[in-house]
């Protein structure tokens, strides 16, 4: 049966926690689930990683019990589609900012009767070893459809997308967001906290889960403190990058 633990722990009350992955190698995805995250996001947005690599990330996340999820690269039922037939347990669409736009990543996401996902009984279906219509009906259920909101458009149009039938998490995007205020990287600005802030507290209204990309310690504490469903804790790349930096500086000290 085709399982998303992340979507049961969600709906259980509990934190999950994920990292992007960038790094487009499976042995960075062991790592990962060796550490005890919860998920990750290959992110093919922003890193070169062929569907190949993409599907031998999503191979290693399931030997250690990890969520596979995909950023895709632009709202688009093709690249869903990859994602999606590779294996990974859903997607992440990137620059949501209208009813529209939510409602085509939920309908290139979902087979009939919710959408028009293409079918395929590849490795997901297990090559049709098992029934695919039954196929179906796990797909429809376990797979997750999370929405970006990082611009302007799309916090002034969050009720209509939070209104869409499908959206199973909603993740802020506070890089993007910032250059939409026209403050690029000025992540930790009142204007982009207050925006924030404000896709946080519509998607409670509308009964979605949240997933913050905490930014210090006190970001943290704060998201915690408010029980969001998810948390982002950085980069591969970014954590690998600190890590060593601070290892050489130490080098001194340790000598």
Wanted: aromatic content about 6%; proline content about 4%; charged content about 25%.
């Amino acid at each position: 049966m085709l399982k998303n633990h992340v979507k049961a722990k969600i709906q259980k009350g509990e934190t999950v926690h994920g990292i992007f992955c960038s790094i487009p190698h499976p042995l960075v995805v062991e790592m990962i689930g060796h550490a005890g995250y919860d998920f990750i996001i290959i992110d093919t947005e922003h890193a070169s990683i062929n569907p190949e690599t993409v599907e031998n990330m999503i191979r290693a996340a399931e030997v250690v019990g990890l969520t596979p999820f995909v950023r895709v690269s632009e709202n688009h039922e093709g690249p869903i589609l990859r994602a999606l037939d590779a294996g990974a347990k859903g997607v992440v669409v990137p620059h949501i900012r209208s009813k529209e736009d939510a409602q085509k990543a939920v309908f290139s996401s979902r087979y009939y009767p919710h959408g028009n996902r293409s079918l395929n009984g590849g490795r997901p279906a297990r090559f049709g070893k098992g029934d695919l219509t039954t196929y179906i009906e796990e797909a429809n259920e376990e797979i997750m459809v999370i929405l970006m909101i990082e611009d302007v458009e799309g916090i002034e149009c969050l009720e209509d997308i939070l209104s869409v039938k499908g959206v199973d998490m909603i993740l802020e995007g506070a890089a993007d967001l910032s250059q939409s205020y026209g403050i690029p990287w000025q992540t930790q600005s009142e204007q982009v906290k207050k925006g924030i802030q404000t896709i946080y507290e519509k998607t409670v209204q509308y009964d979605v889960p949240f997933c913050a990309i905490p930014r210090s310690a006190d970001d943290e504490t704060a998201w915690r403190e408010k029980g969001v469903a998810a948390l982002i804790m950085g980069d591969d790349r970014g954590l690998f990058f600190r890590t060593m930096r601070d290892r050489l500086a130490q080098k001194e000290v340790l000598s």
